[in-house]
């Protein structure tokens, strides 16, 4: 069963401290791992894909990174708009479906 | 640009009514999804569809029936409300069987009492 466990579930951060967001899978194979982001009351809104180990992606203050079995999302100085879950999701080969994590809640202190 | 819109936004229902809720998509999308989300579970698929006219169950199907007679539209059915069925209801659409990522609409908050 594919498995997707995102940690922490929640963080507090004050303006300008950088951390990084973890997200592991267990897949049987992995044809692409996705990052989004939810903000209260909205649904989710894409960031990134990623397809294989050792590929990265910037959008802005984020970085997605990859390896075999786990992703990151790392935040660099951030700002109280980048307050939001964000969500992690796999999806296997041979198939056409998502498998979700339970989500990173992050808020961002002026 | 509307993408995925989703209706209605809110809706209170009794135990027992039925009711359908409404996915459109205007980006000519292939695959559409319906999924719920609720408090610690994250979300969970209930239905998707592959094409017009194609539907199946995906985690969670329970309870709900889906038709896809349009390619814009996929609509979710409850054809008799549970408490259960209390939640944030999704939509997605995905262009096709490529690796394109899925677009979400804004969301049904239901309530069933």
């Known amino acids: 069963e594919d498995q997707v466990t995102q940690s922490p579930e929640a963080l507090r951060l004050q303006e300008g401290e950088s951390s990084s967001l973890n997200c592991s899978y267990t897949?049987?194979?992995?044809?692409?791992l996705f990052w989004y982001r939810q903000d209260p009351g909205k649904g989710p809104e894409f960031l990134f894909t990623?397809?294989?180990a050792g590929e990265e992606k910037e959008k802005e203050r984020l970085k997605a990174t990859l390896t075999k079995k786990e992703s990151f999302l790392h935040i660099t100085a951030p700002k109280p708009e980048d307050s939001a879950t964000y969500l992690c999701?796999?999806?296997?080969?041979?198939?056409?479906?998502?498998?979700f994590g339970k989500g990173n809640q992050v808020v961002v202190i002026p | 640009n509307a993408g995925v819109t989703q209706t209605p936004k809110f809706r209170v229902l009794k135990t027992g009514q039925s009711m359908t809720l409404l996915c459109a998509q205007d980006?000519?999308?292939?695959?559409m999804y319906w999924y719920r989300q609720d408090p610690g579970m994250g979300l969970r698929l209930i239905h998707y569809?592959?094409?017009?006219?194609?539907?199946a169950k995906g985690e969670v199907p329970d309870g709900y029936n889906v038709s896809r007679l349009k390619k814009q539209n996929f609509l979710l059915g409850l054809e008799s409300a549970a408490p259960s069925q209390t939640s944030v209801y999704f939509c997605?659409?995905?262009?096709?069987?490529?690796?394109?990522?899925?677009?979400f609409g804004d969301g049904t908050r239901l309530s069933i009492l």
């Open positions: 997605a659409s995905r262009r096709d069987s490529s690796n394109q990522p899925q677009h």
């Open positions: 897949v049987s194979g992995l044809r692409g």
């Open positions: 990623l397809y294989s």
């Open positions: 999701a796999v999806r296997p080969y041979g198939n056409n479906r998502l498998a």
């Open positions: 980006m000519n999308h292939e695959y």
């Open positions: 569809s592959v094409g017009e006219g194609t539907t």
